[in-house]
């Protein structure tokens, strides 16, 4: 009888723990309508993402916004502005 309710208690924590990760808020999902703010030393307006600048995969703090009078992390990325590439264009053959 112990075996059997120390594996129900064992599955109920577990349960509770994967829970809480799965409803957890995403870091992006509050955070995008907001004024969004890039760090170059100092924080600056990025503007439009997909206009004005995206955010390259990695795992640094792309763009902040800000509660109150602190800047808070929202977009995980790089910052890049119109120059960011993501791929190597593809080269043209010369024609002969």
Known sequence: MKKIKLLIMT?????SIGGAFA??????QDCQGATQYYYNGSYVIAGKIGVDYL???????CTYYKV???????????????????ANPPKKNPKK
């Open 55 to 61: 955010c390259a995969t990695s795992a640094l703090i």
């Open 11 to 15: 599955l109920a924590i577990a349960f």
């Open 23 to 28: 409803t957890s808020p995403r870091l992006t």
């Open 68 to 86: 109150g009078t602190t800047y808070v992390p929202c977009m995980n990325g790089v910052y890049c502005t119109a120059n960011c590439r993501t």
